[in-house]
């Protein structure tokens, strides 16, 4: 089993285009801080965010039905980003009266777009982590998400789980090497990705 990108995304708008809620729900749990950090780095107070990311949400609602994402054209990454950027330019263009291109290059510009690329590294991250579950034992999961993620003592995560601490120490070297693994995946379908790898070194 490997974690499939871009097609991961595709599935999701067809499960949503068929109108199951829980997809719904899941595409709204992925994509909404994406939405909300841009909009936040933007300037916008959580309010004014929360009001992008619910017209980004219903856009992608309105369109459910007759729009056919097709990834062997664009990446999903860069379909979403213009509709959160063009929710954006809305905003500041209903707020400010500056020419639009004026607006268009305040958002678009290298600093936006490097804070988007690491919001969607961090949601792919979220996705490797689901995968890497699928495919450790539930004990050895939890060592690497105290030990590993939490950054919990390892005394304290050996005496939570009832077991040695070579044992949590395995258990990161077997989800680091697993995580490294699937991330590298990731790099080659989509190298303007880039993880860092180094993390993971075991």
């Known amino acids: 089993m490997s974690l499939k990108y871009p097609t991961t995304s595709k599935t999701l708008l067809d499960k949503i285009a068929s109108g199951d809620e829980i997809s719904w729900n899941e595409f709204y749990q992925k994509y909404s801080p994406i939405v909300k950090a841009l909009a936040k780095f933007k300037g916008l107070d959580a309010n004014a965010a929360d009001d992008i990311c619910q017209q980004v949400m219903l856009q992608f609602f309105n369109q459910s039905k007759t729009f056919k994402f097709d990834p062997d054209i664009a990446r999903f990454r860069t379909y979403f980003g213009r509709i959160v950027r063009g929710r954006i330019i809305d905003h ?110 075991v």
């Open 92 to 201: 500041f263009r209903r707020k400010k009266e500056v020419p639009v291109a004026e607006i268009e290059a305040e958002v678009v510009d290298p600093d936006t777009e490097n804070l988007y690329m690491d919001e969607w590294r961090k949601m792919i991250i979220k996705e490797a982590e689901q995968e890497l579950k699928q495919r450790v034992a539930p004990e050895t999961f939890q060592a690497y998400e105290l030990y590993a993620i939490q950054n919990r003592p390892v005394k304290k995560v050996a005496e939570y789980l009832d077991c040695s601490e070579n044992q949590v120490y395995q258990a990161k070297k077997r989800c680091f090497a697993m995580m490294r693994k699937i991330l590298l995946e990731m790099n080659e379908q989509d190298p303007e990705l880039q993880f860092e790898l180094s993390k993971y070194d």
